[in-house]
């Protein structure tokens, strides 16, 4: 059974979808939300947001905020969320990683850029940092 899943940032809503799972970073661990959940608001950590629908996955880089959920309806408000398909890996430059982060380019996975910041996991250990 499908939901709404709505994020929501300053600017208004970023993205409306319908989603059969929702799974979040907290401070716990991860979270899946399911429909028909009971009501629930916990924050949100940094770090990628992942909803499933009919077998395809797709996941949304965040730089923290709340989830709300009642009545089959999860809103997600932060400062900023993006899809990882939409961004540009272009705009981070291979010198960019390996100064702030002083691992090896091919450690790196890009998984946001959110508001002129750039997200970005090691790949083995799963550690997000900003670069500026």
């Known amino acids: 059974m499908l939901f709404t899943v709505e994020f929501i940032t300053y600017q208004g809503v970023y993205k ?9 970073p907290t401070s716990e661990e991860r979270r899946t939300i399911l429909s028909n959940h009971m009501p629930i608001m916990i924050p949100i950590q940094i770090g990628v947001i992942e909803t499933s629908n009919n077998n395809k996955t ?55 850029k959110i508001g002129g910041v750039s997200y970005v996991q090691r790949k083995r250990i799963g550690f997000f940092t900003k670069l500026y």
Not at 16 to 24: H, P, R, V
Not at 66 to 72: A, K, W
Not at 89 to 106: D, G, H, M, R
Request: charged fraction near 25%; proline fraction near 0%; avoid cysteine.
């Open 16 to 24: 409306s979808i319908e989603t059969d799972k929702l799974n979040i």
């Open 58 to 112: 797709s996941h949304y880089a965040i730089n923290g905020g709340v989830l709300y959920f009642d009545s089959n309806v999860a809103e997600i408000v932060a400062d900023d969320v993006v899809d990882v398909n939409e961004i540009n890996i272009n705009e981070i430059t291979q010198e960019n990683i390996v100064e702030n982060e002083k691992v090896s380019y091919n450690e790196i996975e890009v998984v946001g």
